[in-house]
């Protein structure tokens, strides 16, 4: 299995460019989501998805849409980056419920958005 | 993905000693509780969770104790290894455990 893969691992953006942050998974889990990271700070939920269609806001939505029409693919969209979105995003999957916890998380994509 | 930042707590032990990581959470109504660990350049690992049900629970070198009176969670490691250097998050999560809140993280240093 591969787990949990992202492209593109580094990307470099100007500011109103609009992107896609690419995520799968081969585990066949139901929950995926996305976070991003700030230096000196946790992570912090953009997204999340608890089964192919549905989707729903985390703690920081604003600024990103996502879409989950396969159990396998989770893509995150910039509609129009911004300095602020600069950061390290992270895809994870997890079964759904109780066992939502043990996410298995990508590598991480460093985005920078000038 | 980079995730030592300038004020991360630092705690240095030496190689074969035990560690504990302790972690205070925001909210009383919370009752899922989650340990990651996270290597330099590399995404986190899930490492031990506890329900709220539940004072301690065991695992591989590991336990993890919830004090739920004071919100207070603790991660310790036993005879801990070179191969334990990273940053250690803990995460809540309430209801649903479909929303995970993360701690800003504590950087666990050994020393050979």
């Known amino acids: 299995n591969a787990g949990v893969t992202q492209t593109p691992k580094f990307q470099v953006l100007k500011t109103g460019q609009s992107m896609t942050l690419q995520c799968a998974q081969d585990m066949n889990h139901e929950y995926m989501s996305w976070y991003r990271q700030d230096p000196g700070m946790g992570l912090r939920l953009i997204h999340y998805?608890?089964?192919?269609?549905?989707?729903d806001q985390g703690e920081v939505p604003n600024g990103y849409n996502v879409s989950r029409s396969t159990t396998e693919d989770f893509p995150l969209r910039l509609l129009s980056a911004a300095p602020s979105q600069t950061s390290v995003y992270f895809c994870a999957s997890s079964y759904s419920g109780t066992g939502a916890g043990e996410q298995y998380f990508g590598p991480g994509t460093r985005l920078t958005v000038t | 993905g980079e995730s030592v930042g300038l004020h991360l707590p630092t705690l240095s032990v030496q190689e074969g000693d035990n560690s504990i990581i302790n972690c205070a959470y925001s909210n009383s109504a919370s009752d899922y509780f989650i340990w990651y660990k996270q290597e330099s350049g590399k995404g986190p690992q899930f490492i031990i969770d506890i329900r709220s049900n539940m004072d301690k629970r065991q695992g591989q070198r590991v336990t993890v104790l919830l004090n739920k009176t004071v919100k207070h969670l603790s991660l310790q490691i036993a005879a801990t290894q070179p191969g334990d250097s990273a940053v250690y998050f803990c995460a809540e999560s309430l209801n649903n455990f479909n929303k995970f809140y993360f701690g800003s993280g504590t950087k666990l240093n050994v020393k050979p």
């Open positions: 998805s608890v089964g192919a269609g549905i989707t």
